[in-house]
């Protein structure tokens, strides 16, 4: 053990032994401290600091032997069938889009714009799994802010059919899981880090509402209520469950009454959803022709319905985008769009379960606000396609070209959280400081 004096040098000859450089730091740190800890106890116990620095290297054992069994412990975990079934899906999509809306005069949807987002979207996919999630919790707070500061910017630089920014739409579906940065970069920060999440929440709210896109408002508003109450439940502001819990609900209370007391026609709006047959040649005539389109469906085949000679994306308008779903029904039938339902709901539900075994909590919440994000996609979009036509929703991975490329890029984000779990610790805080309290007392004579 003699060319092993220091610690130095015998952590450099155990990092040589692991083949994965991102755990080299991590697994080098924890066991320099450990070290360093052996080493002082032999030092209070009479030792020469380098002779108690030798037995703590040798109580430790051989670093290649060492080197070798975190080597073999700690190595990325592969993610093959969570990959696999989003780029399956993805795929799927981009055949339904294209195929099923081949021959169309109008709303056809062309095949090298799927070919090309496709091939982005499995590059955001396998960026975002090759990520390194601690980086970002190193530095939540300003990822946070910056992402935001994009999410502006894009009013600016986003083309805006009808007055409405088309790219600000699409960003403000990436607002749950950018909010858990918003919400780690606040841990120990009492009182004053809960009222300063709040606002945060607020300001990513605020970007699909002024878009306005009622499905990410709803969803942020949703998601983001869950995942305060996670902060709190995880302790992450240090201040008493109950009282934070009663705060949030009456702020979620008074936020959500106010924001649909703010949207005077809502009730009207839900009406007409519900019973589209009372405005059948406007409000109501997307949720009329949907329901006649279910209602003449097979179980597999083309439904026998009548659609006129303009053909199906005459006969309903966004067949080829927010009501895809309603054309795999019409042209393949029930079990064909139940099929594609039942595999997008595992693989969500994959990703929710793996994500709440985490133990890193930045990775957990992530895992959790992505998975809400598209679960909350899917339960708009079936909602849509029953009829109910409230707000335009698309279905995960398979509506949308940039649509299905945000979402792949969801899905590798929380891949990466799984495939580097192995070596996720969590960031050091520093508590905020409290403030002395000076108490006087004056007596009276």
């Known amino acids: 053990m003699q060319e092993h004096e220091t610690i130095q040098s015998y952590l450099e000859t155990i990092q040589e032994q692991i083949r994965w450089k991102r755990a080299r730091p991590v697994l080098a740190q924890e066991l320099e401290r450990h070290l360093e800890d052996q080493r002082d106890a032999f030092i209070k116990e009479g030792r020469t600091p380098k002779e108690a620095e030798r037995l703590a290297i040798g109580d430790m054992g051989d670093p290649l032997e060492v080197g070798a069994e975190l080597d073999r412990v700690h190595r990325p975990r592969p993610q093959w069938g969570l990959l696999g079934l989003t780029l399956a899906l993805s795929c799927a999509g981009a055949i339904l889009r294209v195929s099923l809306t081949a021959g169309w005069s109008f709303e056809a949807i062309r095949l090298p714009n799927t070919i090309l987002s496709l091939v982005f979207g499995s590059a955001c996919l396998l960026g975002m799994y090759f990520l390194d999630i601690s980086r970002l919790a190193r530095h939540a707070g300003k990822f946070y802010l910056l992402i935001l500061l994009f999410m502006v910017s894009s009013w600016f630089w986003s083309p805006a059919p009808y007055g409405i920014p088309y790219y600000t739409r699409y960003l403000a ?3 749950p899981t950018v909010y858990v940065f918003c ?3 606040l841990r120990q920060k009492g009182w004053i880090g809960l009222f300063l999440a709040i606002l945060g929440g607020f300001a990513l709210t605020a970007i699909p509402y002024m878009a306005p896109y009622a499905n990410a408002t709803v969803s942020m508003l949703l998601i983001g209520f ?3 109450l996670c902060a709190v439940r995880m302790d992450w502001f240090g201040i008493s469950h109950k009282n934070a819990v009663t705060f949030g609900l009456i702020l979620a209370a008074v936020s959500g009454s106010a924001y649909i007391l703010h949207i005077a026609p809502i009730w009207d709006r839900l009406n007409i959803a519900l019973h589209p047959e009372l405005d059948p040649l406007t409000r109501g005539f997307h949720g009329v022709q949907i329901r006649k389109i279910l209602e003449s469906a097979r179980w597999l085949g083309t439904a026998p319905l009548d659609i006129g000679n303009r053909g199906l994306a005459g006969f309903l308008p966004e067949a080829s985008n927010d009501m895809l779903p309603t054309t795999i029904i019409y042209t393949l039938g029930w079990l064909p769009y139940l099929l594609l339902l039942a595999a997008l709901t595992a693989l969500l539900v994959w ?3 793996r994500g709440l075994k985490q133990t890193h909590q930045l990775g957990r919440l992530a895992v959790v606000a992505v998975s809400l994000t ?8 079936v909602v849509l396609n029953s009829g109910i036509v409230l707000s335009s929703a698309h279905l995960p991975l398979v509506v949308g070209n940039l649509h299905t490329m945000l979402d792949m890029a969801l899905i590798g984000l929380a891949l990466s959280v799984f495939r ?9 805080v520093t508590p905020i400081r409290r403030i002395k309290r000076i108490r006087l007392q004056i007596e009276y004579q």
């Open 374 to 381: 598209l679960g909350f996609q899917l339960l708009f979009s």
């Open 420 to 428: 580097g779990s192995s070596i996720a610790r969590e960031e050091a």
């Open 173 to 175: 579906l990436c607002g």
């Open 226 to 228: 869950v995942l305060l």
């Open 183 to 185: 919400l780690y970069s």
């Open 351 to 353: 990703l929710l379960v």
